[in-house]
């Protein structure tokens, strides 16, 4: 089992910047991926960026160029980075974590809202 929580949602004007971090309640050296998803209202839930535990990782067109994923084993904690923001990246976050042989995420957070202002 793992527990994520995310934090530092908030508002922020466009062209800002902003991090959200998930914090795991084990060791996230074993766990294979984790990831950042998001949803906007009346829209669906949304792939951002995962990393995996061998340090790959991959994001979602849309936010190439403008979102940096990270991981911070030491502090079981990922982080994501979100610079150049757009009024359509308002959405609630999502913290994801441990892929099963299908691509589903076992584990997910309760979401932080991020808010940009145009």
């Known amino acids: 089992q793992v527990q994520l929580v995310e934090s530092g949602g908030g508002l922020v004007q466009a062209g800002g910047s902003l991090r959200v971090s998930c914090a795991a309640s084990?060791?996230?050296?074993?766990?294979?991926?984790m990831g950042w998803y998001r949803q906007a209202p009346g829209k669906q839930r949304e792939l951002v960026a995962l990393?995996?535990?061998?340090?790959?990782?991959n994001s979602a067109d849309s936010v190439k160029g403008r979102f940096t994923i990270s991981r911070d084993n030491a502090k079981n904690m990922i982080h994501l980075q979100m610079n150049s923001l757009k009024p359509e990246d308002t959405a609630v976050y999502y913290c994801?974590?441990?892929?099963?042989?299908?691509?589903?995420?076992?584990?997910w957070g309760q979401g932080t809202q991020v808010t940009v202002s145009s």
């Open positions: 990393i995996t535990s061998g340090g790959f990782t």
């Open positions: 084990r060791n996230i050296v074993s766990i294979n991926a």
């Open positions: 994801a974590a441990d892929r099963d042989s299908s691509g589903r995420w076992r584990y």
